[in-house]
């Protein structure tokens, strides 16, 4: 039984990583198409910021599966590396807040 929940898991823990990645690449995709369809014009602020969107709501779907995965596996090596993760997501996040702000 308890190896079902851990495959259940771990499958959760991909999909929730597929998801942000996707999340990620689409915002990517998208403003590059509309950064070609300004001939490649770098006066339109709003792309970074869409763009900036983007990579903090994927990097929160991958964070959240980080956590999922810490939890389950309760291995110090892991929690270290979840306090890594996550001090780099507030930075980023905070980077990201900043220039959606300014912009």
Known sequence: MELVFEGFINIMIVILNIIGLFIILQGAIVVFAKYTK???DYKD????VE???????GLQFMLA????????LDSLKNFWLLGAITAMRII?????HWEIKNH
């Not at 763009?51 to 709501?57: F, K, S, T, V, W």
């Not at 599966?65 to 389950?72: D, P, S, V, Y």
């Open 38 to 40: 300004n001939k490649f």
């Open 65 to 72: 599966a980080e956590i999922i995965n810490t939890l389950i």
């Open 45 to 48: 602020e709003n792309l970074g």
């Open 92 to 96: 980023i996040g905070l980077v990201l």
């Open 51 to 57: 763009l900036a969107q983007a990579m903090a709501l």
